[in-house]
């Protein structure tokens, strides 16, 4: 298992999606109730989040995610730019239309 220090990224801080992807995969209950609220299948989504399929793809996701200094939620990247924070959604699509 990695420290936590090995789980940091360049910023020097944890990742918000490790820990928030361990609680929900070691919390069904919890899982089932979020996928019902948004009016979904919790015995289908349940299985499917334990595919290797998914939990591949949410590894290599969370690597990305780290090797591009991306420490927590929300966060844009256009490109290489990173854009952090809910208040700069709009700078990033902004960035985006200018084909940065």
Same mark, same amino acid.
């Given at each position: 298992m990695a420290s936590r220090r090995q789980n940091q990224n360049a910023t020097g801080r944890e990742p918000t999606g490790p820990p928030l992807?361990?609680?929900?995969?070691?919390?069904?209950?919890? &899982?089932?109730? &979020?996928?019902? +609220? /948004? =009016? =979904?299948?919790? !015995?289908?989504?349940? /299985?499917?989040?334990?595919?290797?399929? +998914?939990? !591949?793809a949410l590894k290599a996701q969370t690597d990305e995610a780290i090797k591009r200094g991306i420490f927590g939620a929300p966060s844009f990247t256009v490109g290489n730019? &990173?854009?952090? =924070?809910? !208040?700069?959604l709009e700078d990033a699509v902004a960035w985006a239309k200018k084909g940065m």
């Open positions: 992807m361990r609680t929900l995969e070691h919390n069904e209950d919890l &899982l089932r109730s &979020l996928v019902k +609220i /948004v =009016g =979904g299948d919790a !015995d289908a989504a349940w /299985v499917q989040a334990n595919t290797p399929e +998914i939990k !591949d730019e &990173l854009f952090w =924070g809910n !208040d700069r």
